[in-house]
T-cell receptor, first 110, second 113 residues
Framework: SQQGEEDPQALSIQEGENATMNCSYK?????LQWYRQNSGRGLVHLIL?????REKHSGRLRVTLDTSKKSSSLLITASRAADTASYFC??????????FGQGTELSVKP | NAGVTQTPKFQVLKTGQSMTLQCAQD?????MYWYRQDPGMGLRLIYY???????DKGEVPNGYNVSRLNKREFSLRLESAAPSQTSVYFC????????????FGPGTRLTVL
């Protein structure tokens, strides 16, 4: 069973808009990571948030973590066409391995 | 610094044929992983190696074998390919078992006819 489940499965927005993707998981975690995958490529790590952190920023990315609700969100502000990709959350369960969700497919239209 | 490299990039096999997918990393990472990615299924862990000399099964190990040849190289072998193994295969590495960022290779697209 997959630990990370992203929502929505697909998201289409206009350039300049913000994109929000959500992730839910099932057990206690050490950290939660977000990755991006461009079409036909491998995954690229974007950001890691530890279980004792509530929010983290990196450039136009903002990640939040609510361990009481077992959920995380990734916000991309002022999106660009180059942000078009699939985005995966990967919670790291305590004592376990990173498990990737099915991803959110983001399309940013110019 | 090439990061994680995989060969080949593409491969077509007939049912029953065997092949080995190669993976190498130049980041001196201890841990290496093999995943498969299928439409609608996300990434699923096939095998992993927490450190040189150790390997363990992941979520979907059936039909596969692995070898951690040395710290740099981790290969995935299909002994008798089946159409259900048609997929994109990714190798990844990290510098601490399960606790750190994973770095992915570009993938191998495998079709089994």
């Amino acid at each position: 069973s997959q630990q990370g489940e992203e929502d929505p499965q697909a998201l289409s927005i206009q350039e300049g808009e913000n994109a929000t993707m959500n992730c839910s998981y099932k057990t206690s975690i050490n950290n939660l990571q977000w990755y991006r995958q461009n079409s036909g490529r491998g995954l690229v790590h974007l950001i890691l948030i530890r279980s004792n952190e509530r929010e983290k920023h990196s450039g136009r990315l903002r990640v939040t973590l609510d361990t009481s609700k077992k959920s995380s969100s990734l916000l991309i502000t002022a999106s660009r066409a180059a942000d078009t990709a699939s985005y995966f959350c990967a919670p790291l369960p305590r004592g376990g391995k990173l498990i990737f969700g099915q991803g959110t497919e983001l399309s940013v239209k110019p | 610094n090439a990061g994680v490299t995989q060969t080949p990039k593409f491969q077509v096999l007939k049912t029953g044929q065997s092949m080995t997918l190669q993976c190498a990393q130049d980041m001196n990472h201890n841990s290496m992983y093999w995943y498969r990615q299928d439409p609608g299924m996300g990434l699923r862990l096939i095998y992993y190696s927490a450190s040189e000399g150790t390997t363990d099964k992941g979520e979907v190990p059936n039909g596969y074998n692995v070898s951690r040849l040395n710290k740099r190289e981790f290969s995935l072998r299909l002994e008798s390919a089946a159409p259900s193994q048609t997929s994109v295969y990714f190798c990844a590495s990290s510098d601490m078992w399960g606790t750190d960022t994973q770095y992915f290779g570009p993938g191998t697209r495998l079709t089994v006819l």
